[in-house]
């Protein structure tokens, strides 16, 4: 077996979590993918991917504001006659 060498990084809990549950959908595990990330930048001499910032419609950045305020813009109902009249009134 080669010799390997140690790579620490940090990231948040959470990201970690899921990330490692669809590696191992995908049956590996961090490390591996990590491992082809690097030997896709070495091929390609690039960043193996399309590294975009999101086009977000003006809606979207408000609403994303406002849940990041802390303020909740959803309705719940008590029945479907009152959620159709509120409904209808967007049309």
């Known amino acids: 077996m080669a010799k390997t060498d140690t790579l620490n990084i940090r990231i948040e809990p959470e990201l970690k979590k899921e990330v490692e549950g669809t590696l191992n959908d995908l049956g590996m595990n961090i490390a591996e993918a990590v491992t082809i990330f690097l030997k896709q930048v070495v091929m390609t001499d690039s960043i193996p991917f399309a590294i ?39 049309d």
């Open 52 to 90: 975009r910032k999101p086009k977000l419609n003006a809606e979207t950045l408000k609403a994303m504001e406002e849940v990041e305020k802390g303020i909740n813009l959803s309705k719940g109902y008590t029945n479907l006659d009152e959620m159709w009249k509120d409904l209808e009134k967007e």
